[in-house]
């Protein structure tokens, strides 16, 4: 549907003419106008909708001069005009409110004309104080219709409300005296004309309270009330009301949502329902509803506050970031509040929101460079980006500041180690075809990448902390296993050995958890390394002669077979050959010792 916001006052009544007259003061100074419930935007037609308003006025007029009295077109255009707007101006809910209360007028319309299918219909929405002329309606003025005989069709269906309100005002005339059967006839009289009018039904439920019926059925008495009029306040207010009367906090809060969802511009409505959503901690619901709103008013400084709130106490990490974000471009000194940036790095690294985390430590480090937890974020948004050198940098820079921040010197190690890549792709065609020439620069410079990181683990491997030794030996199995799987198994063995020496069991029982796993992984690559790097140390034993030696060679045979009994089972038959070659070589230990008359081993 084409809709053409802003139906202009249709009708403006009291309930009959002398009431009217005092209802309808000549006001002479008017602010601000009413009209509709939507604010005007681009597809909304002045030259569509203004006939139609025309039109019920003056067959409202005609058919219900001695019931209600509608404000004439020429006391509208008078008022608009004093407030500085044309007399076809079509208006925000706000200024159609507006309007009426400096017309004294407690009943007003807001709607829409548009198309539909080739047909001309409007959506009325009478929205009435004492009168009872509360109602929700649809009008379809035909294909191709026109505005002259779409306005009469909602006069008349006006009308029929307007005599029906008589009955539901004496409705509750009758039950303020405690009249209740009378009070009854009169809402039958008025659901006769009008089965749905919202007052009656209200009247109908104010009935059954005094006689202290079930809540249900109050309940079901206003939800026929809203049939009439769905967007109704005073009816879901009452809904929300008995809801928790009977503890039923899921079924008031559904009743706000609906007035609010029929009552966008009601600024009141939308912070106490708010409110009550994060109070009842249903955090993302109300950043939607409060966003809604915000939408019409955006400058509602409460509203703005309740939404941060919703955001932060819920965890919403994409909306606290937007409304932080805004906050420190509108007031840039906000940058220079530690609070502001620690609550914008953390929900940036929650929502691993790589661009934020980026901009806000890189805002943070400009105003505390020598902050070290400013300058670890900063490394660490640059590693979540994907900038290893740069993350470095700032690790590097923050270890400098804190020579005792361990965790740091283990993330500088675990970097280096992550970012390491042994490209497969490159060096599988190398090794099958036994290209070492191709090879060795390429090992060499892979080494040279992982190494580094080996002198940060020292602090970790000697913190008293279990927990920091173990991700030290973490760190410290990924970066020799990836050596050892590169073929690097001089450069792994260093690597391993140390890790072997960290993880010795401390009792016969240290054989199950974290720490015998890594074990596990460790003596593997540790005894396939030391098996295909033992020729020279050996061969260089041979050369000297030396008992020292021969004892240390010998000792690293031991261990190592050691370690491929406990590590064989990640690759069995790998691990049987490496034995048999550790073997060879420990066969040939007890003639080495004869021969250089050793008596160290």
Not at 188 to 200: D, S, V
Request: with cysteine; proline share 4%; charged share 20%.
């Amino acid at each position: 549907m084409r809709a053409l916001r802003l139906f202009a006052v249709l009708s403006l009544a009291g309930a009959g003419a002398a009431e009217a007259q005092l209802a309808v003061p000549q006001t002479q100074n008017l602010e601000k106008l009413l009209i509709l419930n939507t604010p005007a935007d681009p597809s909304t037609d002045s030259a569509l909708a203004m006939p139609v308003i025309d039109a019920v006025r003056d067959r409202l007029t005609a058919m219900a001069r001695y019931k209600v009295m509608v404000v004439p077109k020429a006391k509208i255009c008078e008022a608009l005009t004093q407030s500085g707007f044309p007399c076809n101006a079509l208006l925000t809910q706000q200024q159609a409110q507006q309007l009426a209360k400096a017309l004294g007028v407690n009943s007003y319309n807001t709607g829409s004309v548009g198309h539909n299918g080739g047909h001309l219909v409007a959506n009325v929405r009478i929205i009435s104080g004492s009168s009872g002329f509360s109602s929700s309606f649809t009008v379809d003025g035909g294909n191709p219709g026109t505005p002259l005989a779409l306005g009469d069709l909602i006069a008349q269906r006006l009308n029929k409300i307007v005599r029906a309100a008589e009955f539901a005002r004496t409705c509750n005339e009758q039950r303020s005296r405690n009249a209740l059967d009378r009070a009854l006839a009169e809402a039958n009289k008025a659901f006769a004309i009008e089965p749905n009018l919202t007052e009656a039904h209200l009247c109908v439920a104010g009935i059954l309270e005094i006689k202290r019926a079930p809540l249900d059925s109050i309940v079901a008495a206003l939800k026929r009330a809203l049939k009439g009029d769905p967007g109704n306040q005073s009816v879901w207010g009452r809904v929300a009301n008995i809801s928790l009367q009977k503890a039923d906090t899921a079924g008031a809060l559904d009743a706000f949502d609906s007035l609010l969802a029929y009552n966008p511009g009601d600024l009141g409505l939308a912070r106490a329902f708010g409110a009550l959503l994060v109070q009842n901690k249903q955090f993302e619901r109300a950043e939607r509803r409060i966003s809604d709103v915000l939408k019409r008013s955006p400058a509602d400084q409460a509203l703005m506050d309740l939404r941060k709130r919703a955001c932060i106490e819920g965890g919403l990490y994409s909306c606290t970031l937007e409304i932080l974000r805004t906050e420190v471009t509108n007031d840039t000194a906000k940058l220079s509040d530690t609070t502001v940036l620690k609550l914008a790095l953390a929900n940036a690294q929650a929502a691993s929101d790589k661009e934020a985390l980026l901009w806000w430590a890189r805002a943070a480090y400009k105003r505390y460079p020598t902050t070290v937890a400013f300058v670890k974020q900063l490394g660490g948004a640059h590693a979540l980006a994907g900038n290893v050198d740069s993350a470095l940098f700032y690790y590097r820079k923050a270890v400098a500041q804190n020579p005792n921040d361990v965790q740091t010197s283990l993330l500088i190690a675990k970097t280096i180690v992550d970012a390491a890549v042994w490209d497969t792709t490159v060096t599988g065609p190398l090794i099958r075809r036994n290209d070492t020439t191709s090879l060795r620069p390429l090992k060499t410079a892979f080494v040279a990448k992982v190494d580094p990181a080996r002198q940060y683990l020292a602090a970790g491997f000697a913190s008293p902390d279990s927990a920091i030794r173990l991700t030290a030996a973490v760190i410290s199995l990924g970066g020799g296993s990836k050596l050892a799987q590169a073929q690097a198994y001089d450069a792994a063995y260093p690597w391993l050995d140390q890790l072997l020496t960290q993880l010795t069991p401390r009792s016969a029982a240290d054989t199950t958890g974290p720490r015998q796993a890594i074990r596990l992984q460790a003596s593997f690559w540790f005894g396939l390394s030391s098996a295909l790097t033992l020729g020279g140390p050996y061969k260089h034993m041979v050369d000297t002669k030396s008992c020292d030696e021969a004892k240390s060679i010998n000792d690293r045979i031991q261990r190592s077979v050691q370690a491929m009994d406990l590590g064989g089972r990640v690759a069995p038959s790998v691990a049987i050959q490496m034995r048999s070659i550790l073997m060879q070589y420990g066969n040939q230990m007890p003639k080495v010792k004869q021969a250089f008359k050793c008596r160290n081993f």
